[in-house]
């Protein structure tokens, strides 16, 4: 056999050379975006990282009246600390403590009554109707019940609240001017779960939600915090009432987006309430996370793929090109761990937690990542959203009943699944499902306290067909200087019926004091 040409031999190692060649290029190219990237971060984004501002202690020099609203389901290893915190406040005004027990089965409602304080007002929930998430409905039965205050403080029944932070709240409210003040209460951070993911869950909240953002009225970036937030009766009537966003699982960024279309909103960090709800294991974390991060990208695997894509860059590129690159490669990839490591500090010490985790995150940034896929996976295999036995099929909003899981944990099926409506924006990270939180939103995680979620934009206005396009205007409530509903739907009577004590459609059972 005739020996081969010895250009081929030639041109075949020129070919095997020229491969490293070409993955040192992509790399160096890689490592060359991720530092512009954190550049842009670190310079440019709200100054996110540096982790402010913060509710200082102060006291009102008016006196409005509030009305405390706590949605509970099946709360009752924190409701008695939740609500002998708030009975505790130092605040001068009048407030009322209302409670709504959403269906609750291990006594929560029970516990909250033998307070025996004649500011707390238990209400037993009736049947929510369809179209409506489960938390919302549990608020609008309790705007029901507080009437024509001046001030709505919207709290979840696992947060503790230092004597002055009622307070601190109308403080803030008095001197911004603004409709809605929200707060990241702070977070249980105990286990070493806690500690390796919580501080993280706040960072990347900040990081999709500059709170700078939020808070100039010039952006269009809008959020708020569940565990914590102080509204203005007017402005809630502005909106057209809770039933402006009676559908959204993702409820406080919604809310916040819809009273920042024609007011002021604040966000800031909270030193004076903390979060009770304790996450003692990764699954724990994961599962909150999974719940609803694939709501967030709107059930869209365009989202998903570009949320997969930004974070490997932001996140795994720098220490991959540090660890696994020479030269120019390297350093830039070095740099941009530094950055991504320094931008992390401040949250870290917001949460006594060693600076020693900063070199971790984009490893802890993989965890979300991965919660973040496995919540598409779950979408795909139909199980859906669901919290404490409340199934919603297939939406962040939706319009109309979904599934709901009776006392035996059996699922009935609701209404047609509906994807969430465009005009958000998504954030990087699809999986800081919500603020929670560690933070808790109520419908949004299996935990429960989720603050704050990755779409921060709303833009434009709601179709003409939708749940929330404005109504005529509701009648008045009990009490009544604003709807309760944009538009109150009949009651679902498979959603709830055998949880409480009324039929659909009857009024709410009310316990007033020692009542019960």
Known sequence: MAPRPRRNRRHAGVASASAPRDDTARMLILAALALLLWLYLMLGHGRFWQSVPELPPAHPATTPSVAVIVPARDEAPFIAATIGSLTKQDYAGPFRIILVDDGSTDGTGTIARALADPRITVVTGAARPTGWSGKLWAIAQGLAEAGGVDLILLTDADIEHRPGHLGALVAEQEASGCDLVSEMVALRCRSLAERALAPA??????????????????????????GTILLRRQALARIGGIGAVQGELIDDVALAAAVKRGGRIWLGHSVLASSLRPYPRFADIWAMVARTAYVQLRFSPALLLVTVLAMLLTWLVPPAAALLSDGTARWLGVA?????????????????????????????????LAATLGS????????????????????????????????????????????????????MEGGMEGGTEPSRRREDEAAGQTQGTPLALWEGPKPADSCVASPPPAPPTRGGEFPVSASPPPPDPDADGERYRQGPGERPTVHQGEAG
Not at 206 to 221: C, E, G, H, K, M
Not at 387 to 414: F, L, M
């Open 336 to 368: 941009a761990w530094v950055m991504l490591s320094v931008s992390y500090l401040p949250t870290l010490r917001r949460y006594h937690c060693s600076a020693l985790w900063a070199p971790f995150l984009p490893l802890i940034a993989a965890f979300y």
């Open 376 to 427: 598409a996976v779950n979408h795909y295999r139909g199980r859906g959203v669901a919290w404490k036995g409340r199934a919603y099929q297939g939406a962040g909003r939706y319009h109309g009943a979904s599934g709901d899981a009776d006392t035996g944990g059996r699922r009935r099926e609701g209404g047609r699944e509906a994807g969430r409506e465009g005009g958000r924006e998504a954030g």
């Open 201 to 226: 869950f706040v960072f990347f909240f900040q990081l999709l939600y500059p709170f700078s953002r939020v808070n100039d009225p010039q952006s269009a970036t809008a959020a708020a915090a569940g």
